[in-house]
Structures are given as C-alpha cells and as structure tokens.
T-cell receptor, first 113, second 114 residues
Framework: AQSVTQLGSHVSVSEGALVLLRCNYS??????LFWYVQYPNQGLQLLLK??????LVKGINGFEAEFKKSETSFHLTKPSAHMSDAAEYFC???????????FGGGTRLMVKP | GAVVSQHPSRVICKSGTSVKIECRSL??????MFWYRQFPKQSLMLMAT?????????EQGVEKDKFLINHASLTLSTLTVTSAHPEDSSFYIC??????????FGPGTRLTVL
C-alpha cells in the first residue's frame, strides 16, 4: 500500500526566504504525486502534479517540486516566500491509474514579515 | 482550470435533522467524485467514492446508512448526513476526478450540529 509522510507539521519562514516542504512516499509501483494547498475554511487547490513525465514539475504561484525516485521524495519548493503563501499544504499519492488519493498529514506554512 | 462547487458552504442544524450537501463539477464531467471529512488541524479522511449511476463505495468505518451518497448525473453528487448529531460536526470536502485522473476539490462545507 502507498503512504505519504510530510516531515514537519509546521514550517516558518521569513518573507522572501526559500520555502521547502518535505514529502516522502512509499509505493510499490511508480506513483502519481500531488501537492495541494488549503487556505483557512476552504477546499484544496491543486498546486502541481507528477505523472511520470519530467521529474521537475512546475506549478502555480511559483511553486515547483522534484520527484527523486532514489530518495522516494517529492519536496515542494519556492525560491521566495510571500505572505500570501501562508496556508496548509498537503502532499498526496495516487497509485497508478487508480482513483484514491492518500494524503500526508499536512504542513502549515507560516510566513513572517 | 476545472472548478468544483459545493453548497451550502456552511450549515448549522439541530440534532436529529438531516442535511444534504451538493457537489458539482462546473466545467467538466466527472464519473467519479469523492467525499472527504476533515477535522480541525488534521488531514483529509476519505469517506466514500461516488460513482455516477452506481452505488457509492464506502471506506471502512464509515456508516453508509448515516452518510447517504447519490451521484445522479455526471456533474452532481450529493451527501446526506442523516439524523445528524454533534459528533458529525466537521468540514466536509468533495472532489471530482477528471479524465486525466486528477482530483479537483470543492471549497468545503462546514457542518455544525447543535
């Protein structure tokens, strides 16, 4: 069975600093990986997805993630944090062409002025 | 991008009443939709998979008679919380899967049962 681990339930960065949110997965088959963002009292918005094409995936709002099979990781990065990036971020894995997503526990990103 | 709506966004009801939540895919057809529940400061928990024209598939521990799901069309799935109790208070989020197997999420419905 596939699973997702997000290291760090809370991450705090200064405005303008690098954002790094960690995600490690376990899957016996090549995974489909996703990052979603959730603002307070809202649903989830898709940031980016990896579907076995390019290992470096660019998403919306300046975010990108790199799939590293050797490390079973799919970390999310952004070169320069904005105050508006403060939100909850979820990494998710979907096994092959199946329907179900398995979510990580989420990481709350706080951006300090 | 693909848009999914939910209605209502917030509902408060008395214990024992039933509440219906609608999930609509606005600009694409979705043969499969999903219903999640999210507790404060926690991740999403999949409740059930809703398939157009057939019965929903419920996750272990989710009462199908308590949480009725109807996926009557390719753009609409409904979740009815029957005989709601305070412990059913939660944030309910739906998603719809497009042809590329990507899930797009609705804005969520906050249910408060008094």
């Amino acid at each position: 069975a596939q699973s997702v681990t997000q290291l760090g339930s809370h991450v705090s960065v200064s405005e303008g600093a690098l954002v790094l949110l960690r995600c490690n997965y376990s899957s016996s088959v090549p995974p489909y990986l996703f990052w979603y963002v959730q603002y307070p009292n809202q649903g989830l918005q898709l940031l980016l997805k990896y579907t076995s094409a390019a290992t470096l995936v660019k998403g919306i709002n300046g975010f990108e993630a790199e799939f590293k099979k050797s490390e079973t990781s799919f970390h999310l990065t952004k070169p320069s944090a904005h105050m508006s990036d403060a939100a909850e971020y979820f990494c998710a894995v979907r096994k092959g062409a199946g329907n179900m997503l398995t979510f990580g526990g989420g990481t709350r990103l706080m951006v300090k002025p | 991008g693909a848009v999914v709506s939910q209605h209502p966004s917030r509902v408060i009801c008395k214990s024992g009443t039933s509440v219906k939540i609608e999930c609509r895919s606005l600009d694409f057809q979705a043969t499969t939709m999903f219903w999640y529940r999210q507790f404060p400061k926690q991740s999403l928990m999949l409740m059930a998979t809703s398939n157009e024209g057939s019965k929903a598939t419920y996750e272990q521990g989710v009462e199908k008679d308590k949480f009725l799901i109807n996926h009557a069309s390719l753009t609409l799935s409904t979740l009815t919380v029957t005989s709601a109790h305070p412990e059913d208070s939660s944030f309910y989020i739906c998603s719809a899967r497009d042809d590329g197997h990507t899930q797009y999420f609705g804005p969520g419905t906050r249910l408060t049962v008094l």
